[in-house]
């Protein structure tokens, strides 16, 4: 089997003990130095990554705010515009049917001015014929002595004298 000698023993655990305490003294705390460091900046950089996570959901909130607004600013404006757009229709349909009421209305004056000028001259020529009708036949029933007085003594008869 194995023989294990008391000395071998005693010797390896002096070794073991120089090197724990070589290693206790010089390595142990710059490792766990190190090892401390290396935590901590593992727990700063999951804090920073937290923290960006953090700012990246206000970033992305914010900007869903901000296209909200747009949005509805867009809207508006495009309200803003069709109500103008409807506005300026009716106001150039009401200007134009009070220009054509306007248009007809002189129309309808100018036709009555002209209607009424048409039968005063309609008037004046019936006078001016009628006029040199009658001339014409006062001429050819005067003509003659005897039509004159056969028309005196007519007009005596006729007329009424009591």
């Known amino acids: 089997m194995l023989s294990v000698s008391i ?5 390896t655990t002096i070794a ?3 090197v724990v305490f070589i290693l206790a003294k010089f390595a142990w705390k710059p490792i766990l130095k190190s090892i401390k460091a290396r935590e ?3 727990e700063e950089a999951l804090e920073a990554a937290e923290a ?5 959901k206000d970033l992305q909130a914010s900007n869903e705010k901000l296209l909200a607004e747009a949005r509805q600013e867009r809207e508006s404006i495009i309200k803003s515009a069709r109500e103008a757009k409807d506005k300026m229709i009716a106001e150039a349909k009401e200007k134009a049917k009070a220009e054509g009421d306007k248009m007809i ?3 309808e004056a100018a036709i009555k001015a002209e209607k ?3 039968i005063n001259e309609l008037k004046t020529l019936v006078g001016e ?3 040199e009708i009658a001339e014409k036949i006062l001429k050819q029933e005067l003509s003659s002595s005897d039509k004159q007085n056969a028309l005196i003594e007519d007009a005596i008869k006729n007329s009424k004298l009591n």
């Open 105 to 107: 209305q002189n129309a």
């Open 40 to 42: 901590e900046s593992i």
């Open 16 to 18: 073991f003990l120089v």
């Open 52 to 56: 960006a996570k953090e700012q990246m």
């Open 116 to 118: 009424a000028s048409a």
């Open 7 to 11: 000395g071998t023993v005693i010797w």
């Open 129 to 131: 014929l009628s006029v």
